[in-house]
């Protein structure tokens, strides 16, 4: 196996893909973008970035600067502001994350809530001749629910950390 990065053109059989895109833009206000990377570390933080400069602030326990660079105290203040505006946005959007690790001829690797799944295709066919592109673009509207919107796939977390309780039925149609 050889890994590659996600060129959109790609199918899913054989490779294994990192995604390009690990840095998930919460919001953006006042000239400053807020992200998080996903996998960086436990500890809840968000990174705040203008065109200036970028800081890292710590949400648990409190929140607090980590690390600045290149930021004027006033932008600071303004960066704290924004985070306590937005904080309950900031921990649902990390605690909603989920992401393809990598996908295999068998099936594909996901990541939610710092554990490692493998969706084999023999329980999950939707994704074995998906492109890429639609396998990685995988959404957590809700902590029990994820959405592939390119493929039309909703998924109960349920049926992915015990797929025997879901069993692939077809039923012919009329």
Do not use: C
Not at 120 to 140: G, K, M, N, Q, T
């Amino acid at each position: 196996q050889r890994s590659v990065e996600w060129s959109g053109r790609s199918q899913v059989s054989g490779i294994v893909v990192r995604p390009i895109e690990v840095s998930p833009t919460i919001f953006r206000a006042d000239g400053f973008r807020f992200y998080f990377f996903s996998r960086e570390e436990p500890r809840m933080h968000v990174h705040a970035q203008s065109a200036d400069g970028e800081a890292k602030f710590w949400i648990e326990p409190a929140i607090e600067l980590a690390v600045s660079y290149n930021l004027r105290d006033k932008d600071l203040s303004k960066i704290r502001r924004l985070i306590e505006e937005h904080e309950d946005d900031i921990r649902a959007a990390w605690n909603r994350s989920a992401e393809v690790l990598g996908i295999t001829p068998n099936g594909l690797w996901l990541l939610l809530d710092d554990t490692e799944h493998f969706l084999a295709f023999e329980h999950f066919p939707w994704f074995r001749d998906a492109p890429v592109r639609a396998v990685l673009h995988v959404e957590r509207p809700q902590p029990h629910h994820l959405y592939w919107p390119q493929l039309d796939v909703d998924l109960h977390v349920e049926s992915i950390t015990h797929p025997e309780k879901y069993p692939l039925v077809s039923r012919p149609s009329a």
